[in-house]
């Protein structure tokens, strides 16, 4: 699948990477799967899996996939 860490997401990668492939042998819960990557599931304030809005509550990623993550956004 393709991750796509939005925002200051990519903080948490070691290499500052945006975009991750990540093979997957068997689908995952999004949640648990970033949690692995240590992003903060409580931090996600949008997510799209496929190009479509999703809610990390019960989203599922199969290889394949194209799963975009951003933090909220403030500005003034």
Do not use: C
Not at 36 to 63: F, K, M, Y
């Amino acid at each position: 699948m393709q991750l796509h860490l939005g925002g200051h997401f990519n903080w948490y990668d070691p290499q500052k990477r945006a975009w991750l492939a990540i093979p997957l042998a068997a689908p995952v819960s999004l949640r648990t799967l970033l949690e692995q990557l240590h992003v903060p599931p409580a931090e996600v304030a949008i997510l799209t899996v496929n190009g479509r809005l999703a809610r990390l509550e019960g989203a599922v990623v199969s290889d394949g996939d194209r799963v975009e993550v951003y933090p909220a956004i403030g500005g003034g």
